[in-house]
């Protein structure tokens, strides 16, 4: 499993000690052409992103590399996102004419209205060629996304429907795989390697919390904190429950993070000789339970015409009916 950093040349930090990523031009430009290499190959483009930051895990200049072939955004992971930010961002993206769906390819929910909608855009092209005199053929379509994403477990789960039947087909540059969906298209058999927007501090906060930049990268405490932060301001209730914060009456949680991570590491048992709180063990857990859904289901990245969402589903999550389950 790749992660940004290897995809990327150097990972810097921002004055506050976040992770940034750093890209050379020439590098850029090589990765570009291996794309577009690719890009020729196909009819339709499915562009992977994960469900809870659609933003940050987008690669901003795709638009301009593909030019007018048809796209599909697929908002992979949607068991791990806020249900009713995905369906916003789905509803966003079809009101600028481009098509999405939600998936979890895991799971592999979603998977057949991905499979309808790829084939009815990649058909657009086959029937011009048709049209044209040419032979039919089955659409053609390839996977493009950031490492980590879920590229591998897109193609297995779509592969899987058909017991991988993969074929070398003769006549197409350097014989690419292709395996056939049933129902619906020819997909290249090697995902895409996208890189992410690199230039907003936001950006890399959001992949670290989501763990597409990986921990060992970087320093993880300003990562840690703030996302402590994000979710004492908007989802206290789901960290009082989560790690049972009883508060005396009136009382609330911690202003300061590093206070709100050592109550959270005493409740936990994170504790050394004196009493004193081990922070990596805290910082570990929070970040391994937030990736894994255990605190809340969380989009980061919200649509841009829908910035009163996050605030709805806080109230949502405020209600306490959901928290048990998550035990
Ligand atoms: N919860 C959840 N996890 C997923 C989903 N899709 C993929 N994953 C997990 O995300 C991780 C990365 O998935 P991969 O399929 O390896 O992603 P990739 O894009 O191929 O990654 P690289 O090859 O490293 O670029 C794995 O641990 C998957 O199990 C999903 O829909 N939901
Ligand atoms: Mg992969």
Do not use: C
Request: glycine share 8%; net charge positive; aromatic share 4%.
């Amino acid at each position: 499993m790749a992660d940004i950093k290897e995809a990327a040349d150097a990972l810097s930090v921002t004055s506050e000690g976040l992770p940034t990523i750093v890209w050379y031009p020439g590098h850029m430009a090589k990765a570009k052409r291996l794309i577009s290499d690719n890009l020729k190959l196909v009819d339709v483009v499915i562009e992977l992103v994960d469900a809870r930051i659609p933003v940050a895990s987008a690669n901003p200049m795709l638009k301009e590399l593909i030019g007018r072939k048809p796209r599909l955004i697929v908002l992979n992971k949607m068991d791990l996102a806020s249900p009713a930010i995905t369906k916003a961002w789905v509803s966003y993206y079809r009101s600028q004419d481009i098509a999405a769906v939600a998936v979890d390819a895991a799971q592999g929910r979603g998977i057949k209205e991905l499979v309808k909608l790829t084939a009815k855009l990649a058909a657009g092209k086959t029937n011009r060629l048709e049209n044209k005199g040419a032979k039919a053929r089955a659409p053609r379509a390839m996977v493009l996304g950031i490492p980590n994403v879920g590229k591998s477990s897109l193609i297995n789960r779509l592969a899987g429907k058909v017991k991988a039947k993969a074929e070398n087909r003769p006549g197409v540059t350097r014989a690419k795989q292709w395996i056939h969906i049933e129902g619906g298209f020819d997909l290249l058999d090697m995902p895409g390697i996208l890189w992410p927007k690199f230039d907003d501090p936001m950006v890399g906060l959001h992949l670290s919390y989501t763990g597409a930049i990986s921990d060992e990268a970087i320093d993880t405490e300003p990562v840690v904190l703030r996302l402590i932060g994000w979710l004492r301001e908007n989802f206290s209730r789901d960290l009082i429950n989560r790690y049972k914060l009883e508060l005396g009456g009136g009382e609330s949680l911690p202003e300061d993070n590093v206070e709100l991570l050592e109550l959270i590491g005493r409740k936990r048992g994170h504790l050394e000789k004196g009493g004193i709180v081990n922070h990596d063990k805290t910082k570990k857990l929070l970040l391994k339970e937030f990736r894994a859904g255990l605190i809340g289901k969380y989009t980061l990245d919200l649509p841009p015409d829908k910035p009163e969402v996050q605030e709805t589903e806080a109230e949502n999550n405020g209600t306490g009916s959901k928290e048990d389950s998550r035990d």
